[in-house]
């Protein structure tokens, strides 16, 4: 089974990527960790792999009990992606935690937040090298409320 954080009712907070997946090994790994949430922090929901667009992922989560929710706000623009890429992660968290204080991303923030009390949510892009994405700037605005499980 995976690296599950508690039990399969406590909540709990993910971090997973799709580079280098399947949608379905994707699927299977959020149900052996009992995600109930995957929160899509993609800007733009969309994807050249099959199955990772927006309309079929959802599809595919929902026909396994997974609810599928897209935090656009909470996106990385594409011209802040080249840091976390070439490993200046501290460059691109710098620019990522500014554009975290606007209004839109501090709303879906403070969902994340609510989903967080009594869901087990993955929060999901591309990058499946946790160390070289945005998910760690996410998981640091929302500190103090669950210490996140990387799935490999």
Known sequence: MGP??????????FGVGYEGRDLDELVALLR?????V???VRLNAVSRKPGFSKQRL??????AGIQYRHARALGNPKDNREPFHTGDTARG???FRALLASDEAGLELGQLAELLASERVAVFCFERDHDRC???VIFDAIAGQRTPVHLP
């Open 38 to 40: 995957l929160l899509d």
């Open 58 to 63: 959802r599809a595919a989560l929902e026909g």
């Open 134 to 136: 945005h998910r760690q």
């Open 32 to 36: 052996a960790n009992h995600v109930t």
């Open 93 to 95: 968290a710098r620019t």
């Open 4 to 13: 599950a954080a508690g039990t399969s009712g406590t909540p709990a907070l």
